[in-house]
């Protein structure tokens, strides 16, 4: 620092002891003499005052005139060109910080000035000195101390990580922390966090809980020691804090406290006892893999496309353990016959030739035919996607061997014996308007937690108590009749915390284990029942069986008695629990069950008389669409009246009905005969379907609403509607076989054909052979227009002069055209008039081979034999082959031509009708800009 001259020294003296009376006159002599200071010296003056008002105790004062200090020396670098003195600043901020007479302000100007020194590494070394001089006194300087420092410390080229770490260190071992506000916390976040892997230094941020007069307000308060908890939570302090920690610590919040919780380790909880199973535990036990998982899992099947594959690589893949080797192979099982062009048999023949795939396809297929004979609808969903394509690719190969003596559970019979045993929804469940719950039983008290925000439970009367609780996933709510307690499984550890407030746990202070006492087993006797059924729930599965012992079995019907050396008898359902649950109805675990009301008891007494054949006639429902299903479902059981009975007992029909299509798919492949009972609309007598056993349903229902619409009042000579139907679920592009029957049958009589695609065409044959529109009979056309429509006309159903008419396609572009499937009642097609804007696009083609040909065919290669080997392949022309194929014979009465004279149908009549516009014979008057053309429609 400069020297002074002499005289200003004595009346900096006395304006120090003019400044205890009066503040103002020592300000204004100190200023006067700073007036007759050259502009040089102003700097010096006024620190050396600074500093003579701070040693005298006037901290205000000594601010001002440090403050003026740096005024004046910026405004001489301005206006004189005179370098500052950072060194005479540094010097008289570090001696006058222990005299409390250095602002945040002042401290804050001088790192900002130090980060533009010249020599960073010396600004560095004074900005450390300037803070550190702070914490030596005691003092957190500000905030945002930190975010001041790193500029510095990057000219300096020092990491900030070393620089935030040099700084939570002087806190922590000076006990500075505790007094540290919240943003510099979360400034040293990462520091502390590294720090804190040494020992002394994680005991040191344990002590430094915040202070709690270092914020008034409530809420930051509260901010505050969240921070700190989490930051021990974080750095895994809980391995050092003892049980006593945690019971002097009384409530805390909630997600910070489990933290700290989880690694306090067995110490904290005492052990439940040998009894308790973490993994089966019915109030939070680790469920079982879902076993319909494959179907929603994206696993990518391998593309082997012939035996030439390199199918050992795979094999080492397996032996090896890879990740989703056996997923694939799975994937490639379901999707065996998938492309039309691969030869699957030899590919599995292939297959089984390597020793490690074949053990793992045994040990699979093992597992699939144990669910296939369950007894449930649920093994049917699990084992028949694999085991349908696994036994129609395996015919004739090594692989048929682990199909042989499989046992298929009937559907119907399980669908049957399901509601006669009961039904989750017959039992009026809690219902939850909120986005997610919780379910938890605790004795007779059903604990609800709602939305993460709040706790409903509920007693065998009704609700017994509310409470709102902030709780976090995979955490469970429950309610003991006094105290609200939250739960949750942590590895195999059971941690239970009181919530004596929202948002706030706290650790059982008396060391006793608790958690819900909820049964996994009960006894329920469903209303309308003579007998009770067992209700189980082992590892996310609930199980109910019913009491009498029934099973199923390849010699056994669903009503036979359990035969001797089954341990236990089949379970009527199976179903997936979760203690966390969607919104609506919510199901608590069967422990609760007997103390649920009925929803309908005429609807579950119903159930408990209702017969084999009514289950029939609910799948031959299900196998059209769910509004032919509920219609059915009004007639069969009209007793019930709740909607979430009538839902479950619908989902069940669906359920069962798919899996017959399948079950009759894989009897198809076994050579197994049909089994009796089956729903009327997939009766097949001795045709097969095999595959498209789906077209079977939806063709004869197609079939069943023509006939029908065609005797619905008078026909006139244009069409008109009669209303929309909902298509069959195997209705789409079953039109496609029209007109090519008789070449699937040439095709599969042909001696090159191979075998996979000869049995695809056999498998067309019987689907279309055992239907009204493969009969032969004539009475059925496929109609191919343009509908220029502005809204889908699938499922229109139309009055046609000829019978009756539906849409079953449309495609909005490019042409927007549709198809139709037109019934004649006497087989003869007059020509009619499309509405308004219809033009015909492909001529109309009708049914051709009947089931007598169909039978031959199917019958003769079922057998076993080959075609004849000196058949030829065919050289005459396409048109003369179309006259070949089966057709029905052209009727009597033949057709009539324009002007309305009969004509005589030739011998081999042409195989296109004629489609002819016609206009100003529109039906209805034509729109603006759309023409007035309409197409008439004329038969051979």
């Not at 079939?703 to 008078?714: D, I, N, Q």
Request: proline share 10%; charged share 25%.
């Amino acid at each position: 620092m400069r020297d002074m001259p002499g005289p200003d020294e004595d009346e900096l003296r006395c304006a120090v002891a003019l400044a205890a009376d009066d503040p103002e006159a020592a300000r204004a002599r100190v200023l006067r003499a700073g007036g007759r200071q050259p502009a040089a010296s102003l700097p010096d003056y006024f620190s050396a005052a600074a500093l003579a008002f701070a040693r005298a105790g006037h901290a205000d004062q000594a601010a001002f005139y440090l403050s003026r200090s740096r005024e004046t020396e910026e405004a001489n670098a301005r206006l004189l060109d005179l370098a500052p003195d950072t060194a005479r600043a540094q010097r008289v901020l570090v001696e006058m910080v222990p005299l409390g007479a250095v602002t945040a302000s002042a401290l804050h100007g001088h790192l900002k000035r130090l980060a533009r020194h010249d020599d960073a590494a010396a600004a560095h070394a004074w900005a450390r000195e300037a803070v550190c001089a702070f914490f030596d006194a005691g003092v957190v300087p500000y905030p945002n101390v930190v975010a001041d420092l790193l500029p510095v410390a990057r000219s300096a080229g020092v990491d900030e990580a070393d620089e935030t770490g040099f700084v939570a260190e002087r806190l922590l071992r000076g006990g500075l922390l505790p007094r540290a506000p919240l943003p510099l916390w979360e400034a040293l976040d990462a520091a502390l966090r590294r720090l804190a892997e040494t020992p002394e230094l994680l005991d040191l941020l344990i002590e430094a809980e915040p202070d709690g007069d270092l914020y008034s307000d409530p809420a930051t308060r509260a901010e505050h020691h969240r921070h700190w908890l989490l930051r021990l939570g974080l750095v895994r302090a809980g391995r050092r804090l003892p049980r006593d920690w945690f019971a002097a610590a009384g409530p805390q919040p909630a997600n910070e406290l489990m933290r700290l919780a989880a690694d306090a380790g067995d110490r904290l909880f005492p052990a439940p006892g040998r009894w308790f199973d973490a993994a089966a535990d019915p109030v939070v036990g680790r469920p079982a893999p879902d076993p319909l998982g494959f179907t929603r899992a994206k696993v990518r099947a391998p593309h082997w496309t012939d035996e030439n594959e390199n199918l050992s690589g795979f094999a080492a893949e397996l032996d090896d353990g890879a990740a989703n080797a056996r997923e694939r192979l799975d994937a490639f099982v379901r999707d065996l016959g998938r492309y039309a062009n691969v030869d699957y048999p030899s590919v599995l023949r292939a297959l089984w030739a390597q020793g490690t795939i074949r053990r793992v396809l045994t040990e699979d297929a093992e597992r699939w035919r144990e669910e296939c004979a369950t007894g449930d609808l649920l093994g049917l969903e699990v084992a028949l996607p694999r085991l349908a394509p696994l036994a129609e690719a395996a015919a004739g190969t090594p692989a048929a061997g682990v199909l042989s003596g499989l046992e298929i559970t009937d559907p119907v019979g399980a669908l049957w014996r399901a509601l006669r045993a009961g039904l989750p929804e017959e039992l009026r469940f809690p219902v939850v308007e909120e986005s997610f719950a919780t379910v938890v039983l605790h004795d007779d008290l059903l604990t609800l937690g709602v939305a993460g925000r709040r706790v409903e439970v509920h007693g065998p009367e009704g609700p017994v108590h509310r409470a709102d609780l902030s709780y976090s996933t995979g955490t469970y709510p429950w309610y003991d009749g006094t105290d609200v307690y939250v739960s949750r499984l942590n590895g195999n550890r059971a941690e239970t915390f009181r919530a004596p407030a929202p948002g706030m746990l706290e650790v059982p202070a008396d060391g006793q284990w608790r958690w819900p006492r909820s049964p996994a087993a009960v006894a329920l006797t469903f209303p309308g029942a003579a007998a009770p059924t067992q209700v189980t729930l082992d590892r996310g599965v609930l199980r109910l069986v019913d009491g009498d012992g029934r099973t199923t079995g390849p010699a056994a019907d669903a009503t036979s008695p359990r035969p001797a050396g089954h341990a236990d008898p089949s379970p009527t359902l199976r179903l997936r629990y979760s203690p966390a649950q969607g919104r609506g109805a919510v199901m608590p675990p069967p422990g609760f069950w007997p103390r649920l009301p009925a929803a309908d008891p005429e609807g579950s007494a119903a159930l408990r008389g209702l017969a084999r054949d009514g289950a029939a006639r609910l799948v031959d429902a299900a196998l059209v669409n769910r509004r032919e299903l509920d219609a059915e479902l009004g007639r069969v059981l009209p007793e019930i009246t709740d909607a979430r009975l009538l839902e479950g007992v619908a989902a069940l029909a669906l359920r069962a009905a798919a899996c017959l299509l399948d079950v009759l798919r894989l009897r198809d492949a076994l050579r197994l005969p049909q089994p009796d009972g089956l729903p009327g609309r997939v009766r097949g007598g001795t045709l097969r379907a095999g595959r498209l056993v789906s077209r079977r349903p939806a063709v004869r229902y197609l079939a069943e609403v023509l006939v029908e619409a065609a005797e619905t009042g008078p026909a006139y000579d244009t069409p008109h509607p009669l209303g929309r139907i909902d298509l069959p679920a195997g209705a789409r592009g079953v039109h496609f076989a029209f007109g090519t029957l008789g070449g699937e049958a040439l095709l599969a009589a042909l001696p090159w054909t191979a075998p996979y695609n000869r049995a695809k065409a056999v498998d067309l044959l019987g689907a279309w052979g055992g239907t009204p529109w493969g009969d032969g009979s004539g009475r059925w056309r496929r109609l191919w227009f343009g509908a220029q429509a502005t809204q889908d006309p699938e499922g229109q159903l139309w009055r046609t002069p000829n019978g009756a008419m539906v849409i079953l396609s449309w495609q909005a572009r490019p042409h927007k055209d549709a198809v139709a499937v037109e019934y004649s009642a006497d087989g003869v097609f007059r020509d009619f008039t499309f509405p308004a804007g219809a033009t015909c696009i492909r001529p109309g083609r009708r049914a051709g081979a009947g089931p007598t040909a169909s039978r031959g065919t199917c019958g003769r290669w079922r057998s076993g034999d080959r075609p004849p080997t000196t058949w030829r392949p065919c050289t005459a022309s396409p048109r003369a082959r179309d006259c070949r194929s089966p057709r029905p014979r052209p009727s009597p009465t033949g057709t009539r031509s324009r002007s309305g004279t009969r004509r005589t149908a030739p011998a081999c009549p042409p195989r296109w009708p004629r489609c002819t516009p016609i206009p100003g014979r529109a039906s209805t008057p034509a729109r603006p800009g759309r023409g007035s053309s309409t197409t008439r429609c004329a038969s051979p």
